[in-house]
């Protein structure tokens, strides 16, 4: 005796049940510009709308509006705005893309359960966004800097002591005054001949040696 395989495979997913208060449509694009919803879809899935802007569509438009089925039901309904939801996927299996809710308390159910969805997605986007910046952290790990090693002597400390320079007296303090009258004076400046201004006395220094001085330096290469 053969076991037939497909007896344990599911059955495929029937259309949902409509939740009490609940009446699906099928919303012309005119419909919708004419009751303000036509912003909804894929992004915007729900949406309140007040059941005067509903009831009005049925009293200018006649037996040819959307809503002219359901009149009676949205005259009845026990909250107002009303809450219409996007049908994107046809749950109904009617071929229709909107339902409207009469029924406050399967309002808030919708409302809830929205609002738990985006809750998840977002904290779903938070997890993404913080596993990627984890990822992109960890392409980025700079390599552990080697601390520096002690310095080994080569024998060259004593010409780098050399060649430290060291101050062998104190600062100079120079204190330059100008009396305050010759501040601001004119001047005028004219072209004069190098010659003419060359003083021997005044311009050239000659060396010479001074006795009272001696010093004796090393030799400093310095830049």
């Known amino acids: 005796m053969t076991e037939d395989s497909g007896a344990d495979a599911p059955a495929p997913a029937g259309p949902e049940v409509q939740m009490p208060g609940v ?9 919708l510009k004419l ?5 909804m879809g894929d992004d915007l899935l729900m949406k309140y709308v007040d059941a005067e802007t509903l ?14 089925a359901i009149k009676g039901k949205l005259q009845k309904a026990d909250y107002d705005p009303l809450l219409i939801r996007y049908n994107a996927d046809d749950r109904y299996g ?6 409207v809710c009469m029924l406050k308390a399967t309002a808030d159910q919708w409302a809830s359960a929205e609002e738990e969805k985006l809750r998840l997605e977002t904290e779903a986007e938070e997890a993404a966004a913080v596993a990627a910046l984890e990822a992109e952290e960890a392409k980025k790990v700079k390599k552990k800097r080697r601390p520096p090693a002690p310095w080994p002597g080569q024998g060259s400390e004593v010409e780098i002591e050399e060649a430290k320079a060291r101050a062998t007296r104190d600062p100079l303090v120079v ?5 305050r009258r010759e501040f ?6 004219s072209d004069k001949d190098s010659q003419e201004l060359w003083n021997s006395s005044q311009m050239e220094c000659r060396p010479f040696k001074d006795p009272n001085f001696e010093l004796k330096r090393c030799e400093h290469d310095l830049g």
């Open 94 to 99: 009617d071929g229709n893309n909107f339902e």
């Open 23 to 31: 009446e699906s449509l099928f919303l012309t694009g005119t419909t």
């Open 35 to 39: 009751v303000g919803i036509d912003d």
């Open 175 to 179: 204190s330059i005054s100008r009396k």
């Open 184 to 189: 601001g004076l004119n001047y005028k400046f």
């Open 55 to 68: 009831l009005h569509d049925v009293q200018f438009r006649g037996a040819i509006s959307d809503f002219h």
